[in-house]
Structure formats: structure tokens, C-alpha cells
């Protein structure tokens, strides 16, 4: 029997994981962070620090402002310099706090030791308080908080709880070592995450191209009840919350559903990490891992960083930027964004820096569609591209509507296989974005 | 022979008949009372169905001027004053002449004004580049230059200039506002077209602080109030960092445009003060004062 897999469209671009063999290094520590207030999905958070303040490692900076938003902890210490507005890794001038370091004081009930607490005391409702108050958010990308995730909406309930070990964007690495290196604390943060929604049952997804993650936490789970890794076959966008429960439960998401529509909660391998050091550690999210990789890179490298650290900096480490660079991209090279300069923090959904040379980066001229019907077939939400894609190029908003534009979860799977290079996922991000504003009007 | 021709003639004209008499009775049957003077106002209209006035199209815009018990506030921009006097007239009402408008391009970015920061290579849409990110200088609020404006004018009334990479207005403009809506970052306003086609406003929409803007172009608005306490005619103000004329107000003294210490005030078809001669120069062009 071949492995499982999701059942629509997909496609395998080179693996490119030259960071696999890297062991996550603590980064130094910068001279100055900025902190930006936007780094979760949903409003940005209220600094509830002031210019002049002096802040410890893991103090509450920032608190949520609204219900899907979430809490800032610092990630260093010393002295707030300025709020200002910063250009973060949207591309967009966002407010952040900007903080002088100094010295690296963390605050004394973070405990910092290395052992490993298996014991989960709290309750269910202390889990997703604790998740809370943590500022955690989805650390796969999609930054949205976890905590959300674990409290249902009323009249649905969570089955199972699906880890998202897949990392199916070529290139990184950081979940892959998390699951090497912390695998234990890993799966002690799932059976958290499971008390937390209330499942007896856990799969942890992880691609094929990862034998020694999938045998190490194999090991590991045979200790810990109902949890289960389950192999899943190379394709992207497999990490894709729709794809994963597809693949692993084989349970289809209905259009413009949430995954707990079919019982599943689905959290990032990375979050489980979190959610460990923050249950049980008492470590709030002020640092994460991020793989700072490219062909020319000296030293492809995965790195423990504090949020706010520029990506400058993580660059420098890495080797420095090559001679030819063409563009630095923050995120896999599938969904991730190209940096506008290198002075951009780092933020909690940042989970690579990729450094692409002149040829591989240019994008060829664009050509007129021949109708193939490529880009059809490997759409994984079973939508038409091109032509969502001509009809946001014709205004055609009522149209894409009725085509489903807002079920696309921008993968890029088209824009990748497309033989005329054309920008079909630029267009259907700007048909989707201008057709959520119409639905959204109409309320 | 002669007698197949005869009945062919009848056959067909008694036929004729019967269908004449039911299509006269159905006519009558399904008849639609239609306002005749909508075909007139429409007949006096451009017919350029730009959509300027608001209405979806002349006809549609006709149809409302009829209806309306007040056409004072319709207008519609492509027609001259004497049309729309004419219209007036026609459906017994006064219309006071509007003054006519004209689009200006409210940034003066060029490549020599404004340095580039970073290369964008993606799909050539102001549309698409704006909601990816801040754009390819330092200033995050001025023109991206890929023409989303000159995309949807109907009238040729507005081109990208190679040199500067800015969207020109020339007079072919009617003030449909097509480009205003077309501009994700709005640096295109309706303004007065002035009298002798002569107006003044602030070439920039940087809401930054002065050094922030300034840093990131050489003609950026800085805020700095002095032009607000020059003008006699208290026509302009400062909100965010950004001046703004009201051209309600500005009597065109031409004091302002001195005393800005970054020339984003711009002054477009006025006899060249002497002392301004070469700065000023021939220009029709807002953008390349």
C-alpha cells in the first residue's frame, strides 16, 4: 500500500532541505529588537509599554485587541526606545516596539533548565488560558492563535488532533529539527494540546523525505497514549490545514468551513514546541526557529531567534549574502514573501529566510494562457486558476465569486506549473482579497 | 399560369393583413409608457457613458434628470456648461454653470525626486503591487507608476511618462474620476480646472513625519506649516503631516508655491514669475514643474 496523501492536485518542487543536517544555534542576541504589534492574523495588539520603560525577557508588552489577536511578550531585555511604525515582513509600515538591549535578565518563574516535564498538571481550561496569556499563534505561518483553535465554536466539537509535522515547503527545515532535537518535549506539548481540546486522539503528520523525524517520534509515542505519526507521501501543499486532514483522516473540509466543521483541530509541530515550554516551562513565545538557507549560502543554518532580531543579521551569521543575490524571501519559496529591504524583524510566523541568486529568482515574462489546463490539476482546492485569474483581470467580482475565489488558499501550486509564467496567483490574490471585501460590505 | 400568380399576390397580402391587425392589437397590449423626454436628454448628452455623473451610463443618467424634482447637484462632467444649461432648460429647471474639473496627480515622485529602494518584478498592476507591499521607494504612499489609471481612461486623457514613471493628465480629461477609482494609493484628485486652466495644489499625499518624507523623496510635503501661514485666503491646511489647498478657497496669489521649502506645491500653467523663469520653464504638465 502506497502512503497516504491528499487526494487533489499538488506538486513536488525540488526538496532543497540543504539546513536538514544543522542543528538549531541560539542566535545571538541583537543590540536592538523591534517588535512588531501585528504578528498573528487579526488585529494588531496595544503596547501597554511606554518610551523609557525597562522590560525583562518574557514580560507582557503588548496585549490583544479584539478576539482573534493575541498577547506580545518581549524578547529581550532593557529599554523600550520608541513605539514607532516599522516595514515588517508584509511589506507594510506596522507599529512595533523598538527595544535597546541590554544584558539578557528573564523574568525569575520562566523556568529555564533543561529537563524534561512529562507530567501535565493543569486542567483543560488552565491549558488554553496558559496558550493564551503566552501569545501563542500558528507557528507554521498562518500565525493565527492557537488558543482560538482549542475552544470550539458552540454546538461543534474536536474528534482528533492533527500535528502538522509535514513541512512541505522546500527549503526548510526548522520544524524537521524541532522534531529531531526536541522530539520528546514535542510530544509531551501534543498530549497538552489534546487535553486542551478535549481529544483522546492525536496524528502527527510527517512527510516521507524525514525517515529519521518519522522514526524518532515514532519511538517517542510509543510512551505516550493515543498518539500516532503517520508517514505521508512528498507533495506540497500538504501542510495546508485542508490537506493535512484530508490526508491523514481522510475527511474533506466543506467549502468556506472551518477543519472543527469535521471534528479536527490542527496545530504546527513547532506550536506544540510552544505550547510544551509555555505550559510547562512557563516561557511565553518570544523566540522560535528559523532556517536561513539558499544554494549560495555559505552556511545553510537553523536558527533559535528572538523575535524582533533583524534578518540582517541572521544573514550575516549564516555567511553573509552571496555576491549575486537576487531576492531574500521571508518564508518557504512556495508561499513566502520577498523582503522589500533586510532590515525586516523577525515575527512569529517567520519561519525561513530564503536567499535566492539573480537566475533563480527572475521571474520570466509573462505569456498568453494555451489553455492546458495544467494549472487545474494541480490545484489541491480543486478550483480553475486561470480562470479565477482572467476574472480579476476582467473585474469580474460576482463571477469569482460564485467560483469559489475565496476557498483558495494561495499555495502558488498554479503559478508554479503554469508553462506561460503567468502571475496567475497575484491576480487571484487580488480577486479573493477584493471579493472579501464585497462579502464583508454586505453585512 | 396567370391565375398562380393571382393567388400568390392574394394568399400572401391576406396574410399580411391578419398579421398586421394582431401585431397592431399586441403593440397596443404590451405597450410601454416611456417618458419621451428621456430619449431627448439622452439625444443632448455626450454619450460617452463614462459613468462620471454616478449613474451607470447616459441613459440611466437621463432617466434621473427626468424623474428628479432637482437636477442641481446632477451634472454631468464630460458636457460643456451649455449642454447642461441646454438639458435644463429643456426639463424646466435652472442649472447653475459648474465649474469644470480636471484630474491632477498628487505625487511628484520621479526617479531623480525619489530613490528606489528595492526592484519589483510581479505582475505589472498598481493594483496587485499595492497589496503585496509599501512599494519600490521609501515613500509608502506615492505612485507605483505600473498604470492602472491610464488602464481604465476612456478619453486618451492620461499617459505614463517614460522619464519621470508618472501618470500625465492632459486636457483630453473630462473628470469622470475612472482613474481616481482605479488608483489604489488615491493620489488622484478632481480639482478646478482654474480660470485660463491655471490651479495650484500639493503634488503629495506622504503622511510621514517631515524627516521620514523628506528622506524618502525630495518633493515630499513635510508638513511644515509655512504655507499655511502665508496664505492670506486661509486655504490651506495641515492634517497628518499634509498640506492640502482648498481650491474653494485659493485665489491663486501664487504665494504658497514660494514659500515651500520642498516645491511640493505645484503651479501649472501661470506666466513664469521672472526670478522663477528656469525652475518653472513651458510646462502644461502638473508633474514636471
Keep these: 500500500m502506497g502512503l497516504r496523501t491528499f487526494k487533489k492536485g499538488g506538486v513536488h518542487p525540488d526538496e532543497n532541505k540543504f539546513s536538514a543536517n544543522a542543528p538549531i544555534q541560539s542566535a545571538d542576541i541583537p543590540k536592538q529588537v523591534s517588535i512588531p504589534l501585528g504578528q498573528h492574523i487579526g488585529a494588531p495588539a496595544n503596547a501597554i509599554v511606554q518610551k523609557g520603560d525597562t522590560v525583562k525577557v518574557g514580560q507582557l508588552i503588548a496585549e490583544p485587541n479584539g478576539f482573534v489577536s493575541a498577547n506580545i511578550h518581549s524578547s529581550v531585555s532593557g529599554t523600550v526606545n520608541k513605539i514607532d511604525t516599522v516595514i515588517d515582513a508584509s511589506g507594510f509600515k506596522r507599529p512595533a516596539v523598538i527595544i535597546d538591549v541590554e544584558g539578557d535578565e528573564w523574568l525569575e518563574n520562566i523556568d529555564r533548565s533543561a529537563d524534561i516535564i512529562a507530567d501535565v498538571k493543569l486542567s483543560k481550561e488552565e491549558i488554553v488560558e496558559k496558550i493564551k496569556s503566552s501569545g501563542i499563534v500558528g507557528l507554521g505561518g498562518a500565525t493565527f492563535p492557537s488558543h482560538i483553535k482549542l475552544t470550539p465554536p458552540p454546538g461543534k466539537k474536536a474528534e482528533v488532533l492533527l500535528i502538522n509535522g509535514v513541512e512541505c515547503e522546500p527549503y526548510l527545515t526548522a520544524d524537521h529539527r524541532i522534531m529531531l532535537e526536541k522530539g520528546e518535549e514535542t510530544v509531551i506539548g501534543v498530549s497538552i494540546l489534546m487535553k486542551g481540546a478535549g481529544v483522546s486522539k492525536a496524528y502527527i503528520g510527517i512527510e516521507n523525505n524525514k525517515p529519521d523525524a518519522i522514526a524518532h517520534l515514532k519511538n517517542i509515542c510509543k510512551k505516550y497514549k493515543g498518539i500516532e505519526v503517520v508517514p505521508l507521501k512528498v507533495q506540497y501543499p500538504q501542510g495546508g490545514e485542508k490537506q493535512l486532514i484530508d490526508a491523514v483522516i481522510r475527511r474533506e473540509v466543506p467549502s468556506g468551513a472551518l477543519p472543527i466543521e469535521v471534528g479536527a483541530v490542527v496545530q504546527n509541530v513547532g506550536t506544540a514546541f510552544a505550547v510544551y515550554e509555555a505550559v510547562q516551562k512557563n516561557k511565553p513565545l518570544f523566540e522560535r526557529v528559523v532556517t536561513v538557507t539558499g544554494k549560495k549560502l555559505e552556511k545553510p543554518s537553523n536558527f533559535l531567534v528572538r523575535i524582533g532580531t533583524s534578518t540582517q543579521q541572521l544573514i550575516d551569521a549564516a555567511g553573509g549574502l552571496p555576491q549575486d543575490t537576487g531576492k531574500v524571501v521571508s518564508g518557504g519559496p512556495m508561499m513566502g514573501k520577498a523582503l522589500s529591504m533586510l532590515d525586516i524583524p523577525v515575527t512569529k510566523g517567520s519561519s525561513g529566510v530564503l536567499i535566492f541568486s539573480e537566475s533563480e529568482s527572475k521571474r520570466r515574462k509573462m505569456e498568453p494562457c494555451i489553455r492546458c489546463g495544467k494549472c487545474v490539476g494541480v490545484c489541491p482546492m480543486g478550483l480553475e486558476p486561470y480562470l479565477l485569474a482572467n476574472q480579476t483581470e476582467q473585474k469580474m467580482w460576482e463571477q469569482l465569486e460564485t467560483d469559489s475565489v475565496m476557498d483558495c488558499i494561495e499555495c502558488g501550486s498554479c503559478m508554479y506549473t503554469c508553462p506561460a509564467d503567468r502571475p496567475l496567483l497575484d491576480f487571484i490574490r487580488l480577486g479573493k482579497g477584493t471579493v472579501g471585501k464585497i462579502m464583508r460590505s454586505r453585512n | ?289
Design chain 2, 1 to 289: 399560369m396567370s391565375i398562380t400568380v393571382i393567388y400568390t399576390i392574394v394568399s400572401l397580402s391576406a396574410l399580411g393583413v391578419v398579421a398586421a391587425v394582431i401585431l397592431y392589437f399586441v403593440a397596443q397590449k404590451f405597450k410601454v409608457e416611456e417618458d419621451p423626454r428621456i430619449d431627448e436628454v439622452e439625444g443632448m448628452l455626450p454619450g460617452a457613458n463614462c459613468g462620471g455623473c454616478g449613474f451607470p451610463g447616459c441613459r440611466s443618467f437621463a432617466e434621473n434628470m427626468v424623474k428628479a424634482n432637482d437636477i442641481s447637484d446632477m451634472n454631468c462632467p464630460v458636457a460643456d456648461s451649455q449642454t447642461m444649461a441646454a438639458i435644463g432648460h429643456y426639463l424646466g429647471f435652472e442649472v447653475s454653470a459648474q465649474d469644470p474639473k480636471i484630474a491632477v496627480i498628487k505625487c511628484n515622485g520621479t526617479c531623480s525626486n525619489r530613490n528606489k529602494t528595492n526592484n519589483y518584478d510581479g505582475a505589472s498592476s498598481c493594483a496587485i503591487a499595492s497589496s503585496l507591499y509599501a512599494g519600490d521607494t521609501g515613500c509608502s504612499f506615492g505612485c507605483l507608476g505600473h498604470g492602472d489609471c491610464v488602464d481604465v481612461c476612456n478619453f486618451d486623457a492620461i499617459y505614463i511618462d517614460e522619464t519621470t514613471g508618472l501618470p500625465v493628465v492632459n486636457d483630453n480629461c473630462v473628470a469622470c474620476g475612472a482613474c481616481i477609482i482605479a488608483c489604489p494609493k488615491g493620489i488622484i484628485e478632481l480639482r478646478k480646472k482654474g480660470p485660463k486652466d491655471r490651479r495650484i495644489f500639493v503634488s503629495c499625499i506622504n503622511k510621514d513625519k517631515g524627516a521620514v518624507a523628506k528622506k524618502a523623496c525630495n518633493v515630499a510635503c513635510i508638513g511644515c506649516m509655512k504655507c499655511a501661514k502665508v496664505c492670506p485666503f486661509e486655504a490651506i491646511t495641515i492634517d497628518n503631516n499634509l498640506a492640502y489647498i482648498d481650491y474653494n478657497k485659493c485665489k491663486l496669489c501664487r504665494k504658497c508655491v514660494s514659500e515651500c521649502p520642498t516645491n511640493a506645491i505645484v503651479e501649472v500653467n501661470f506666466v513664469p514669475k521672472k526670478q522663477k523663469e528656469e525652475i518653472i520653464a513651458e510646462t502644461e504638465k502638473p508633474e514636471n514643474s
